[in-house]
């Protein structure tokens, strides 16, 4: 494993290892919320990687011979920051000057005058979405291992959670829909018999979360996403 990959898992246990003690929350047995993570991580590289092939195909038949750079992830920036570096990203990795819009996309102004500068342009878009991948790379439903962990928490570990501090749960309902993406549970209350205690309520949620909240602990990649840039590694997409 490579030193920024081993930076990069190091601040995914850090955030689960936050999002678990801070709240005294059992662990899942048999899917940690890490796995969730890691699931997140991965899929979100796998889309980046998707993306760059189409791209690459692109590049490859526009321009004959054209050598394709190497990319790294390097930060997932939320909307609100990501247009300003992505542009700052291209327009110096082409000389241009690049503008994102709501549009035209992503644009040059003036436009590339010369096929020199249009090879340029390409370029740098194919070098700055491996880099800063665009923020709806980062949403996507949940994966296999999240499905598994969200289940088995809402059905057996919080019920059992709850169980250990004198308080009796009614099974989550067998509906298929009971449970629903993000981890929400709306036609099940597992706090129900304590809402009308607003002080136990507080530590119950404490001691024993919902999947909901431990798993917006977690971003949609795995790993924080903030207007700081969040540095991680690649080795082949895999840990």
């Known amino acids: 494993m490579s030193t920024a990959s081993g930076r990069r898992w190091a601040a995914i246990a850090a955030i689960v290892g936050c999002a678990l003690t801070a709240c005294a929350a059992p662990e899942p047995v048999g899917f940690g919320l890490e796995a969730v993570a890691h699931e997140r991580a991965n ?13 690459e195909r692109y590049l490859t038949d526009r321009w004959p011979g054209i050598e394709v750079p190497s990319t790294t992830i390097e930060a997932w920036l939320p909307v609100g920051h990501w247009s300003r570096a992505f542009e ?13 819009t ?6 040059t102004d003036p436009p590339p005058q ?35 962990w969200v289940t088995e928490y809402a059905r057996e570990t919080l019920p059992a959670c ?55 602990s977690l971003s949609p990649v795995g790993v924080e996403v903030s207007g700081v840039p969040t540095v991680r590694g690649s080795d082949g997409g895999t840990p």
């Open 43 to 55: 899929r979100a590289e796998a889309r980046v990687d998707e993306l760059l092939a189409g791209f």
């Open 88 to 100: 700052r990203c291209a327009s110096e990795a082409s000389g241009l000057r690049v503008q994102v």
């Open 102 to 107: 709501n549009d035209a996309g992503v644009i």
């Open 114 to 148: 010369s096929e020199q500068e249009r090879r340029a342009f390409d370029l740098a878009i194919y070098r700055c979405q491996g880099t800063l991948p665009p923020p709806v790379f980062a949403v996507a439903d949940p994966g296999p291992v999240e499905i598994d």
């Open 162 to 216: 709850l169980r250990r501090e004198g308080v009796l749960v009614r099974p989550l309902p067998a509906d298929p829909f009971a449970i629903l993406s993000g981890g929400s549970t709306p036609s099940w209350d597992p706090y129900a018999a304590v809402r009308g205690d607003a002080p136990t309520l507080r530590r119950l949620q404490a001691v024993c979360p919902h999947p909901a909240v431990l798993l917006a």
